[in-house]
């Protein structure tokens, strides 16, 4: 019995902290709940809250938006990633060194990134709309974060830079591992850098690739803290992530059934996600060893 | 078909200089061994001429063409790795394939083609799998397809054996050189082991610290060994090598006299191999010691005597038992071969002959 009774501390704090506001948001998600009015959740509505989801104009915007961002962010850091590890392969005399440097914008914190980059893309005294505008002077005096396009943009690039630094070295790792004897089979057998590559390198990346696309898919998802401190969802509603609006709903408009319906939307999203992977990983897995 | 020359080729890693002033021809259609410790640049030489590592300097050539600067695809080479190197994503078929398909083949050829040397090397079965879901054996026979599939005109393989056991080792063995003598291929095949390269080579270079040391048919690097070291590393149990000095037309070391016809000196190394010697009971025998171990083999024993210094074995019948310590005499089996060798520089003291010296 005694294991049991010593399980107990460590069950509590989760239940305290992780099943129980879940459980708690799951059932508030089919209630109404302004937090204006009541302190407490007010009466069960069903799937209202989730029906109500389906028409509301912002809901709507915040999907496409989070859409685009979710898709651009990913495809430009798997790209980047997977470049930066191909030339980062070689050790180098600098080798070292370029991995310090190159960890460093993972190390700061996203919130902050968000304030820089404003900072930076200030069209009056930003050290990036400066140095463009002064490189191409059709971009002088751009107005960066006030274009709903442009925005999109500079938000696409403080995640992407951000994250490829980690899925860099995800993808070294990947790299690493790929019997070396392969590639130089491939060379002798008469393969082009492209070829090797592509038809080489690239298949036997796919595990990695796939565990890297699914990460970051799931943190562009849940990307919150650069709407917050470098667009703060505008110019209008054109950076107004899923994530985001949630924030908005609940704790601007004190809307919590609504919220916390939105928050189970994205939960979803993010385990049909996860499930698929791990579908395609089995399904590689099979071919691999049956 | 082509030969392959290597004039002073060099190879450094930084500071470190793994393979310097290297010579070797390798005629057409031979099968070149290069057999060596570990580390002594075996790979790093048949990476060199694969070109897959730059050499600091020297030239190669192939078929009396200069190839340095040229890509691995363009010497017209098939390389064997020691851990295949197989595309673990591809089927064998498309393993075996891939070659031809870089090289523009037309796919009614390439199936041919593929099917013929599966056949060839017993894969025709296993042609739908992958690599992950074959046997050592097998995956070594999809890399041995992979090279020869398309013909090239020079073989390389680094230790392709060495993943094996014993007993396939032995099976890969005679395919290999049942395969050499069916395509005529020039071949050059790095192995640390010294059966392999009796078994296989036309000629053997016995490499150490970098350096060729001897070159020459298995035949004679087991008969006539350049130096001590080769002496040493061929032959299993190696060739017993005694310190000593010649005087009066004799050798002498504790416990060991041999009438040799060289002139006086000191600081000699007298060598001869176990299957060389036979016990004996002759009073006057030229090695006599005490019986130190005795080892059956199977076919014979080994049988160790011991004197001041020195172990001496020899190879006697599979029946023969004595006690340990006991009174051992070695006597030369008729038309044995004793080998003389100078102690400072290790190399072979030819006064004799150039065969050796036989009793
Ligand atoms: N990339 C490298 N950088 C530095 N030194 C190297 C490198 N590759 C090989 N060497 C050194 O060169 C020497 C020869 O290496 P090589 O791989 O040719 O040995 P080998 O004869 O093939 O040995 P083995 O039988 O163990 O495979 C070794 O001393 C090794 O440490
Ligand atoms: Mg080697």
């Known amino acids: 019995m005694l294991p049991y009774w010593l399980l107990i501390p460590a069950f509590v704090i989760v239940l305290a902290t992780t099943i129980y506001p879940l459980a708690y948001s799951f059932v508030t998600s089919f209630r109404e709940w302004d937090l204006t009015k009541q302190r407490r959740p007010d009466g069960f509505v069903g799937f209202d809250n989730y029906l109500h989801a389906a028409s509301e104009s912002g809901f709507q ?141 690239l298949p036997q990346m796919k595990g990695v690739l796939l565990v890297t696309a699914v990460l970051k898919t799931i943190f562009a998802l849940k990307m919150f803290d650069q709407v917050v401190t470098l667009t703060g969802g505008g110019p209008g509603t054109s950076t107004e992530t899923l994530a985001f609006f949630v924030f908005n709903v609940g704790f601007k408009w004190y809307d919590m059934g609504y919220a916390s319906a939105l928050a189970w939307i994205l939960t979803a999203i993010m385990m049909l996600i996860s499930i698929w992977y791990v579908r395609m990983l089995l399904s590689d897995r099979k071919m691999a060893t049956a | 078909m082509a030969d392959v020359r290597l004039v002073d080729i060099e190879k450094k890693y930084g500071n470190f200089l793994a393979v310097p002033q290297l010579n070797l021809t390798i005629e057409d259609g031979e099968f070149l061994v290069l057999l060596g410790p570990s580390g002594c640049g075996k790979t790093t030489t048949m990476r060199m001429i694969a070109g897959l590592e730059e050499i600091t300097s020297g030239d190669i050539e192939i078929a009396g063409k200069r190839i340095n600067d040229k890509p691995p ?134 490499m150490r610290e970098g350096r060729i040391v001897q070159l020459d048919t298995p035949k004679r690097i087991y008969s006539e060994p350049a130096d001590l070291f080769v002496a040493g590393f061929i032959g299993s149990p190696s060739m017993n090598l005694i310190d000593g000095a010649i005087a009066g037309g004799v050798f002498t070391a504790p416990g060991v006299s041999f009438p040799v016809d060289q002139p006086d000196r000191d600081d000699v190394v007298l060598g001869i191999r176990p299957e060389d010697l036979e016990i004996s009971t002759a009073p006057d ?75």
């Open chain 2, 73 to 206: 695809k363009d010497r017209d080479i098939a390389m064997v790795f020691q851990n295949y190197g197989l595309y673990p994503h591809m089927t064998v078929r498309q393993n075996i394939d891939y070659p031809l398909k870089l090289r523009g083949v037309d796919r009614a050829a390439r199936t041919r083609r593929v099917q013929e040397t599966a056949e060839k090397v017993e894969l025709e079965a296993l042609l739908e799998r992958r690599p992950s879901e074959l046997s050592g054996g097998q995956r070594q026979r999809v890399a041995l397809a992979r090279a020869i599939v398309r013909t090239p005109s020079i073989f390389l393989m680094d230790e392709p054996l060495s993943n094996l056991d014993a007993k396939l080792r032995v099976t890969m063995r005679a395919e290999l050189k049942h395969l050499h003598h069916e395509l005529g291929v020039t071949t050059v095949y790095v192995t640390h082991d010294q059966m392999e390269a009796m078994t296989l080579a036309s000629r053997i270079a016995i």
């Open chain 1, 61 to 201: 915007n915040s999907l496409w938006v989070t859409t685009i961002f979710v898709v651009t962010s990913v495809a430009l850091t798997l790209v980047i990633a997977m470049s930066l590890a191909l030339l980062l392969r070689r050790k180098g005399r600098m080798h070292t060194f370029t991995r310090i440097v190159l960890i460093l914008p993972f190390a700061m914190s996203p919130a902050l990134i968000g304030v820089s980059y404003r900072f930076m893309f200030n069209p009056e005294f930003g050290v990036l709309a400066k140095g463009l505008g002064a490189v191409f002077p059709a971009l002088e005096g751009m107005p960066w974060l006030a274009d709903p396009n442009l925005a999109m943009a500079i938000l696409v690039l403080t995640d992407v830079w951000h994250w490829a630094p980690y899925m860099t070295f995800m993808c070294l790792g990947g790299l690493a591992s790929i019997p070396r004897e392969t590639e130089e089979a491939a060379r002798i057998d008469g393969a082009s850098y492209l070829r090797i590559f592509f038809g080489i390198i």
């Open chain 2, 285 to 359: 025998a030229p090695v006599i010691g005490k019986l130190y171990a005795l080892e059956l083999t199977g076919e014979s024993t080994l049988v160790t005597l011991r004197t001041g210094a020195n172990s001496v074995c020899a190879r006697g019948p599979a029946d023969h038992e004595a006690e340990i310590n006991a009174p051992c005499h070695f006597v030369p089996k008729p038309g044995a071969r004793v080998h003389l060798f100078d102690r400072p520089s290790g190399h072979r003291l030819d006064g004799l002959s150039a065969k050796g010296q036989t009793l």
